[in-house]
Every structure is written in C-alpha cells, then in structure tokens.
C-alpha cells in the first residue's frame, strides 16, 4: 500500500521560495547593496562580455548581457527635451507616431530664473518624460561656462557666472535622477567653443580650471550625486578630454569621488589605449551609423570594442581598468533600468505644459522700462509685432537639441491669445533668416519662403508702425546661426 504524503501549500510555498532564494543570484535582487549586486555581477561574466559593455551597440545604446538578464541601458538627447526616436543605426527618425515631447525653456532661460525651485521643477519634469519613454540616461544638463557669445551652444548651458551654474545644476540632477533617470552632465570640460570643437586645445592655469570652469561639474557630482558625466570633443593640454587623465582619472574620480560612468561624446573618442588607461568607460558615436567596417559590425570595431579585447588577449593591457568601467556601467544599470521602484513616469502632461509656462515666465529678463511701455495697457488700439522669430518655430533643428513637439506656441500666438480681441495685433516680417523648417525627419510644416527684398520688408514694418501704438520687436540670430557646431 502506497504511502500518501500530502503537504500543505504553505509548506511547498516556503520550501520552493526558499529554493529560489538560495538559487537567486545577488545581482538580481533590488534589496541588496547596490556593490554587492555589482560584484556579484562582474564575477558571473566573461571577458567578452566585460569589454562588451564598454561600447554602443545602437545610435543611443549599449549593450547588457542578455544571459546573465542584465539589459542594455538607453540613452536620450536633452536637455530641453525627450529627442524623438531615430532608426537603430541612423539619425533619421523611426517613424513613430507618439513620441512627440514638451519642450521646456532652453537652460539659458532657466538659469536666468535665478530659482532652485524652478531647476528641480524642470529636473522632475523632464525626468517623469525620460522614464515615461523608458530611457535610462538623459544627456544633460550642460553647464560649460561662456567664452564667447558665438558659441552656438550657449543657449543649451546655465550662463557664464559658476556660482550660478553650480547652484542651479543641483536641483536639476537631483531631479532627474529621482525619477530613476540619470542625468548626464556635460560636456566636461572646457568645450566652450563650437565651430572647431574638434580641434581646438584648451590651455589655461589650474586657478582657472578650478574657479571658473570646474565648478558646476563640481557640484553636479559631490552635492548633486550626478550618475554620469559626458566628456567634452575638445582638447585639454594635448589630449582630448573624452580620455584625458588629468580631467577623468586625477579630478573627476579621484578628487571628487565620482562613483558614475564616464560617456563618450558621439565620436569624441580617438584613441584605444588612452580610453583604457584615462577614464572613459562607455564610447558612442565613434562611426556616425555603426555599418560602415564591412568586415563586421562597426560597432565591434569601436576604439574599446574588439580592439581592447586583442589588447587583452595579447597580453598588452590588463583587465583592472576593464573591472572599474563595467562595475560603473553595471552601477547606472542598477540604478536606472534594473531599479523596479522607479517612478512610471508621464509624457506631454498638463502639469509638464504648465511647468515649462512657469519656468519660462520666471527666465524673463527685463533690462530697461524707461518710459514705462512694459507691461503694454490693454487698452492699447493697435500692437505691432516685428520679426521672423516671432513665428517661426524654434524647437526644430539645433543639433541635439531638436525636438518634436504637439504644439510650440509662438510669441505672436502668445500675444493675440493674451489680447483675445482688446487690441488689434499686428505682424511684420521685417527680415528674413533661415526659412528651413526640417532636422533629421522632423519637419514644421510651416512655409517661410519671401521673396520680397530686404527694403520692401523694412518698408511694410515702417508703414505698419505708424497705425500702431505699441511696436515689439523680436530680433536676435536666426536659429540656424545658433546651433551645435556653428
């Protein structure tokens, strides 16, 4: 006669969970000690998997292990906003229909609030976008101190004062990162210069390094707690910075302790030896759509891909180095795309709309009211509006910069809206800039073709003033002169 054994399911519960306990791997379990989880990780993989991780596998991300369960880790353009999704190896869009984003006021602006209660609105913010669109690393802020006011990137940075950009950085990190995002601050350092970005090579005394142009870097890591950092395409002192051993080794990691990943800018990355040897940990963009070896994949060809794998296998460069980089890459994965407490996130809200309304309200700089023209009375007849910038849309093209947005509201839009029908709202071209209205597939719609010369414009914004009252004027360089590498 068969003996029948019958367990309760409490039993079988515990005996199987505690099974699985047993069996589970640290790494995977999110109580753990965020560097127990990585050693334990780091210990389960093969060579070939560490120098994986080191390097791009897309456009904008990198790889995991997929046998170990560890994900590959995305990336997306900021800071103003969530760039739209691009092909897997090509900056043209996907063609997606819903990845459209609000675009909030340019860092220029916001750190012309002169508000850290506005920087953590506009971290959390475009943090809750970020993690809605599953991105696990945002590639911003910048907060490169101005040289020049031909700097196509300055309306991208927070201002020329460090003590003001280090201020202002803080909140925004902070925001960020507690929507399980990690902010990437950048372009460390010294890139302050754009049209021979790649060419130019920095040299200046320690106590300008470190009082002018350090600063904000600074506080983004030691008070901010930023979890990446993104290397500048410039040189300092000989060597560019995406691997330069004074910036990265000496300052960054061990000066200020910084326990996050060092990213290449796209294509910043020049040489093998000094990615393994001078800080680096994770390379993008070093061939622009990752087909063109031939032999192979180019992203297997990138400077700490298959060439650091001979390195190692021939014996010429050791695996220490190699260890840091990926328990740094495996630290952000953690923190970002294997953190389960993260937020959910929210895209294109009525809270985010408004966020960027109020932000850009507080950016407002008022110079001079001598006569006491501003605010313009409602009871005004007639309000002329002036320029090309008061229609044309912004938020398309400026590098990577270029958003997608439902709907940019112009300031003429903003002026009739205001007015509603008090006062009759004038527009006159005066001038015509850059009329393109298209940036890697995302296009505006909007015709801005004139043919009309430079005197006849002039002409209609002349007689167009005489009707008016009040006459505002929207000047200032056309976007397309104030943009990345120009």
Not at 283 to 307: I, K, Q
Request: glycine letters at 10%; proline letters at 4%.
């Amino acid at each position: 006669m068969k003996k029948i054994v019958i367990l309760s399911a409490a039993v079988l519960f515990s005996t199987v969970c505690f099974a699985q306990k047993k069996a589970t791997p640290v790494y995977l379990d999110p109580n753990a000690p965020v560097e127990e989880r990585v050693e334990d990780a780091l210990s389960r993989m093969t060579l070939e998997e560490k120098v994986g991780m080191t390097t791009a596998q897309s456009k904008f991300s990198s790889r995991g292990v997929p046998r170990l369960g560890i994900p590959e880790v995305w990336h997306t353009d900021g800071p103003h906003g969530i760039r739209p999704e691009v092909l897997w190896d090509e900056w043209d869009q996907a063609g997606w229909t819903n990845d459209s984003c609000t675009a909030f006021p340019a860092l220029i602006n916001l750190a012309a609030t002169w508000d850290k209660e506005m920087s953590h609105l506009y971290g959390v913010s475009i943090g809750e976008e970020a993690r809605y669109r599953e991105k696990d690393i945002l590639l911003g802020p910048g907060v490169n101190i101005y040289r020049t006011p031909y700097c196509g990137r300055n309306f991208e940075y927070m201002g020329e004062d460090p003590y003001l950009a280090s201020e202002m950085v803080v909140p925004y990190v902070q925001g960020v990162q507690r929507q399980g995002v990690a902010a990437c601050v950048k372009h460390y350092a010294l890139n302050n210069e754009e049209l021979y970005r790649h060419q130019v090579d920095v040299d200046l005394s320690d106590r300008a390094l470190y009082e002018i142009y350090l600063p904000a870097f600074k506080a983004a890591v030691t008070r901010g707690g930023a979890w990446s950092i993104m290397g500048s395409y410039n040189k300092y002192r000989g060597t560019y910075a995406c691997h330069n051993d004074r910036l990265l080794n000496q300052i960054l990691k061990s000066e200020w302790g910084f326990d996050g990943v060092v990213v290449s800018d796209w294509g910043g990355t020049h040489s093998t030896i000094e990615a393994i040897r001078n800080g680096l940990d994770l390379e993008f963009g070093s061939w622009t759509d990752g087909l063109r070896e031939g032999a192979s994949n180019a992203y297997d060809m990138y400077y700490m891909a298959m060439p650091y794998l001979e390195l190692i296998e021939r014996g010429e460069v050791g695996t220490e180095e190699l260890d840091d980089k990926v328990r740094r890459v495996l630290r952000i994965t953690f923190r970002t795309a294997m953190n389960p407490y993260k937020p959910y996130g929210a895209m294109c809200s009525e809270a985010h709309t408004e966020a960027a309304r109020r932000i850009g309200e507080e950016g407002i700089v008022l110079l001079k009211n001598e006569r006491n023209n501003l605010p313009i009375a409602t009871d005004a007849k007639r309000i002329l509006v002036v320029g090309e910038n008061a229609v044309k849309m912004m938020t398309v093209g400026g590098g990577s910069s270029s958003l997608k947005v439902k709907h940019e509201c112009s300031p003429l839009e903003g002026i009739e809206r205001y007015y509603n029908g008090k006062a009759e709202v004038i527009w006159a071209r005066g001038y015509v800039g850059d009329i393109t209205g298209d940036y890697n597939g995302v296009v505006t719609g909007q015709n801005l073709a004139d043919d009309r010369s430079k005197e006849e414009l002039i002409a209609e914004a002349v007689e167009a003033a005489k009707r008016c009252g009040r006459a505002l004027i929207f000047a200032g360089m056309p976007e397309y002169f104030e943009t990345e590498g120009r």
